[in-house]
């Protein structure tokens, strides 16, 4: 165990539909961020949370947002989903003065039917 | 921008070989570079990184990479496989301003382990 959470493990859902992916990052730290990991695209940084805020940004669709909660939880959500969107999302969490020091959790596996 | 380029898709060795996976990078400046194991249906687990000193730097399970800033390169090595390695390997180099930061990876390299 990573100590990085991630739920669901598993989704399907159809196209056009809305899915909210979870992330409890490790204690204590404050930075998360997000990955999609497809075959076509490989592993592709989406957006990064620190503390509450938005710090930087990937290639992250329009149709896809985030959030960290007060508790440091982050939330994904994906809406008017595509086949495309198929792909593994990964979480990572680091802690301040581990730089880089990320931590994955073992990801969300959504398929697009 | 940065990019990260894994030459190999597939390589396959037999147990107790040595074992040599490339990447070549491309940043602007000092890079931060790392090495991740995916094994099937996990989340990625760091090997190694590099920030700075040593150029050979060692990692977990037995793993090692060099940095050659001359060629852009932190090729990963381990000097005898066991099965248990087979796994996709990916190669990344981490960018930074403040307490922005992202990583981006190369394509990743399959390992298939023959016994």
């Known amino acids: 165990d990573s100590g990085v959470t991630q739920t669901p493990k598993h989704l399907i859902t159809a196209t056009g539909q809305r899915v909210t992916l979870r992330c409890s990052p490790r204690s204590g730290d404050l930075s998360v961020y997000w990955y999609q990991q497809s075959l076509d695209q490989g592993l592709q940084f989406l957006i990064q949370y620190y503390n509450g805020e938005e710090r930087a940004k990937g290639n992250i669709l329009e149709r896809f947002s985030a959030q960290q909660f007060p508790d440091l939880h982050s939330e994904l959500n994906l809406s008017s989903l595509e086949l495309g969107d198929s792909a593994l999302y990964f979480c990572?969490?680091?802690?301040?003065?581990?730089?880089?020091?990320?931590?994955f959790g073992s990801g969300t596996r959504l398929t697009v039917v | 921008a940065q990019s990260v380029t894994q030459p190999d898709i597939h390589i396959t060795v037999s147990e107790g070989a040595s074992l040599e996976l490339r990447c070549n990078y491309s940043?602007?400046?000092?890079?931060?570079l790392f090495w991740y194991v995916q094994s099937p249906g996990q989340g990625l687990q760091l090997l190694l990184k590099y920030f700075s000193g040593d150029t050979l730097v060692q990692g977990i399970k037995g793993f090692e990479a060099e940095f050659k800033r001359s060629q852009s390169s932190f090729n990963l090595r381990k000097p005898s496989v066991h099965w248990s390695d087979a796994a996709e390997y990916f190669c990344a180099v981490g960018s930074y301003t403040g307490t922005a930061s992202k990583l981006t990876f190369g394509t990743g390299t399959r390992l298939q382990v023959t016994l």
């Open positions: 940043y602007g400046a000092t890079p931060y």
């Open positions: 990572a969490s680091s802690g301040r003065g581990r730089m880089f020091g990320y931590t």
